[in-house]
């Protein structure tokens, strides 16, 4: 960023011009010469009527004026500045001199064989108070020999530069600043992009140890149902069924969990804190679960795709057998997880089951009980049965009842009957009528020691009702464990491998070209980013 050069301002007003001929210059030649002391007198003092003298023989006749004319259009036309002719008309003053006009001060001077563009005269203008006496005292002009013109100031006019030269000379100031940041932006690059590029090749080409990587694929596979219908059998046995399985697994053979059962059964750590393997990948004997689990993280990559439910596993180690035998390992883990994930439900709906059944089982078997004691108390298999057998007998004792009553009446209507027969009658009647009520007071009325055969069947009916009803349970908890053992057998998930993992014969990584060129990219996408950055905030500032 370049300044403009800025002048000071030594007056921007300038004196009115003459209103016309000698007069006005006869009046700017009779006042007063300032010679910055004021009122007070000097040695240098008595020299003023000399000086009013010279200005006095200043003036000029009529005759003289389209010569002092001419002279002052030939000045116009030398194109000085308005700085210049400021500095003419002071230099003017300073030696007595009382111009009309800047270009006649000019004129004068030249007259008096001074050039008032000279460094001496300027440095002359910028003397400060401390100036001596001596150098203080005002400097008349001298008398200049006609033949001596090496003190004159030049009639020549320097030719100022033109506008296709600034523009030149602006082109190259710009086109050095051009050529300074470009070399400062390359050097930027080679110390934040290449450099660093460079050494993250020559890791990757000449430190980098190998890396065996052993890829797999399993997927995580449900069992097929006959039963069910709707939307449920429509997702059944697809990746929709065990995604969050799927995703369940995935995060356990990630977590710290795996890590330390692979350590211990095939010793991680051990692997990893080798000494051929390179500094960066190399983990330490004594580190932390955390280093090591930042390391396991690094070497075993596990993705899950959604849409097809296929987990693809990746694991890296230093050697290709040892890189197999960790993910078998993990696949083995995996396999157990993917049983323990439903062994929960299906054991708490087996047993929830089962209980049923049992509890079932066993009022079916007390009410059975009770309806055995009943019979035994009672002496009644049957309850129905027995009602109507005693219904039976009261039917045909009340028939012969009838009958006798009818025998009865017949004898009566005789005149003289037989009074032997007619008492038999009436005995037979009487006791049909005494057993016929004694039967349907054992139906419905207790004696001692026996109960009514109504309360007797009441309470073998509420007995044979509830053995129905525990019956009936005890069929739907058997049909319930039945449901509970299919829907137990349909929750099974098992892992079915699509790609058996088998050790590599070359090593996977690093892939130095690749990883080089991506390590370019990052460090000028990180320098592209600082620098707008930068610039950004640069310019908010500058504005």
Avoid at 31 to 37: R, S
Avoid at 71 to 80: F, N, P, Q, V
Avoid at 255 to 277: V, Y
Avoid at 534 to 543: K, N, T
């Amino acid at each position: 960023m370049t300044t403009k050069p800025r002048a000071k301002k030594y007056r921007a007003r300038r004196n009115p011009p003459p209103a016309g001929g000698t007069t006005a210059a006869a009046n700017v030649a009779q006042q007063p010469v300032d010679d910055g002391f004021g009122d007070k007198k000097f040695p240098t003092a008595a020299q003023e009527p000399e000086l009013k003298k010279l200005s006095e023989t200043d003036r000029l006749p009529k005759t003289d004026e389209p010569r002092v004319d001419a002279e002052i259009a030939d000045i116009r036309k030398e194109g000085l500045t308005g700085r210049q002719l400021r500095m003419a008309r002071r230099v003017a003053q300073k030696h007595g001199l009382s111009p009309t006009s800047d270009f006649d001060a000019v004129r004068q001077l030249r007259k008096q064989g001074i050039d008032p563009f000279q460094k001496a005269n300027l440095l002359e203008l910028a003397t400060t108070d401390q100036t001596t006496t001596e150098e203080a005292k005002p400097k008349l002009p001298q008398t200049v020999p006609q033949d001596r013109k090496d003190n004159l100031p030049s009639t020549e006019v320097g030719k100022p530069p033109s506008a296709a030269d600034q523009v030149y000379r602006i082109q190259q100031d710009i086109a050095r600043r051009r050529r300074r940041r470009f070399f400062l932006m390359l050097s930027r690059l080679f110390a934040f992009v290449f450099l660093p590029g460079l050494l993250a090749g020559y890791y990757y080409f000449a430190i980098a140890t190998p890396m065996y990587a052993t890829k797999s694929e399993f997927v995580i596979q449900q069992a097929e149902s006959s039963l069910g219908g709707g939307l449920g059998s429509m997702f059944a046995g697809t990746g929709l069924a065990v995604q969050q399985d799927s995703i369940t697994v995935q995060s356990y053979l990630e977590s710290r969990d795996a890590m330390r059962r692979l350590d211990d059964d095939l010793g991680f750590r051990d692997h990893f804190s080798q000494d051929h393997i390179d500094p960066i990948q190399k983990l330490d004997a004594d580190a932390s679960r955390e280093a090591a689990y930042k390391v396991y993280k690094k070497n075993v990559k596990i993705g899950y795709d959604p849409t097809e439910g296929i987990m693809k596993m990746e694991v890296v180690a230093a050697d290709p057998e040892t890189s197999a035998a960790f993910s078998k390992a993990l696949i083995s883990y995996a396999e157990e997880r993917v049983d323990s994930l439903t062994q929960r439900l299906r054991g708490d709906q087996m047993e929830g089951a089962i209980g049923s059944y049992e509890r079932a089982e066993e009022r079916m078997t007390d009410a059975q009980n009770r309806v055995l004691e009943l019979q035994e108390k009672l002496g009644v298999l049957d309850p129905v049965s027995e009602t109507s057998a005693l219904m039976g007998q009261i039917t045909s004792f009340e028939s012969q009842l009838r009958e006798k009553r009818l025998q009865l009446d017949q004898l009566l209507d005789n005149a003289r009957p037989n009074k032997a027969r007619v008492d038999g009658v009436r005995g037979d009647v009487k006791r049909l009528e005494n057993l016929v009520e004694e039967l349907r007071a054992s139906m419905t009325e207790s004696t001692t020691g026996t109960e009514s055969l109504a309360r007797i069947s009441a309470e073998l009916r509420i007995a044979e009702a509830e053995l129905a009803n525990r019956q009936l349970l005890l069929q739907q908890a058997l049909q319930q464990v039945e449901t509970a053992r299919i829907e137990a057998n349909r929750q099974v998930r098992y892992l079915e491998l699509g790609v058996i993992p088998i050790a590599p014969d070359e090593p996977t990584y690093p892939r130095a070209f690749e990883n080089t060129l991506l390590a370019f990219l990052i460090f000028g996408g990180i320098y592209l980013m600082i620098s707008l950055t930068a610039s950004i905030l640069r310019e908010q500032v500058s504005g």
